[in-house]
């Protein structure tokens, strides 16, 4: 059975890969399985039917057959467990990458959504100056940490996995931030992952409901 994914109708991140169907239709094309969007309204995402498969009227949401999932990282980790092509044979290989597609999620991409909401949520409060360097130094530190933990390897722990997979899909958060600049490795490193044919073919659908949604002329 196909699966069927939800996304934006009208994505606010104008087809940029931030928003995070963009994570699982990169996971879908990497292990090679079709799949069908269904595109959903900021209206529709907290009605009854959405509700019912996001309880926190969010994207992506994932349905095949009786099964039907929410939370990028759940819907990543699955298919990565069920198809071949995102995680390691050896056991303990398979246990760091599922390590690190959680370190993606729980510590680097936290201090990132912060600071980007703070420059959309609070740029005109009083206090948003006082707080910015806060929130930089704490988007830095876990850079940083990243950073050393890399080095010159071309990916996370050995072949490219679901790990890196949500770890790329998290940095994509920093490059609006330009903090990339200070971290030549994962800067390279996320270049690596938007090279994959994988995620172009990823990007650019997603990219395609934005433009399909732009008034004519």
Sequence with gaps: MTPTITAFKNSPDRGRGLARDMRVRWALEEVGQPYEVRLVSFAAMKEPAHLALHPFGQ????????????ES??????????R????????????RAIT?????L??????LVERG???????????????????????HKTLGELSRRLGDAEWLDGAFSAGDLMMIGVLFRSKPLGMLGDYPNIAAYVARGEARPAFQRAFDAQLAVFNSHQPAG
């Design 117 to 139: 909401m703070a420059a959309i949520m609070e740029r005109d409060k009083p206090w948003f100056e006082q707080r910015l360097p806060m929130l930089d130094a704490r988007v």
């Design 73 to 82: 990282g759940s819907i990543v980790l699955h298919l990565a467990q069920t």
């Design 100 to 104: 690190w597609l959680f370190a993606a």
């Design 106 to 111: 729980n510590t680097v991409e936290p201090p």
């Design 59 to 70: 994207i992506p949401t994932y349905e095949e057959g009786g099964l039907a999932l929410f």
């Design 84 to 95: 071949a092509g995102l995680l390691p044979d050896d056991a303990n290989a398979r246990a």
